[in-house]
């Protein structure tokens, strides 16, 4: 299935969401098949219950804040580029932060557009990252 999911995300596709996002051509990949295993309403989308269905989010006590920073206010789906930049806020905040393109905008995992309080630890997001990558 994986390899279905993959060929079905084009080239173009993951080169934008690769500036976007800042994820590798094979995370990119690797997630669009997650994302993919995970929609069990074979709909091309997300549910709530689709998160739920993960057990580490589910016993997380976290989970449901994590599960709504994927939907936007009166949303009830996300699509694959919705998942994408969502995910982007969770990545590590890169040392060369100071060394971007100062055109192309404030990168989805910068300091300020991180979604979760500082409190909240790189290491948390590296794994929560792990929980959506695990397959």
Known sequence: MGSRASSLLREEDIEEIKKQTGFSHSQITRLYSRFHSLDKGENGALSREDFQRIPE???????????????PEGEDQVNFRGFMRTLAHFRPVEDNEKNKDPTSGEPLNSRTNKLFCESSSNTSHINFLNTILNC
Not at 59 to 70: E, K, M, V
């Open 57 to 71: 989010l589910a016993i997380n006590p976290l989970g449901d804040r994590i599960i709504n920073a994927f939907f």
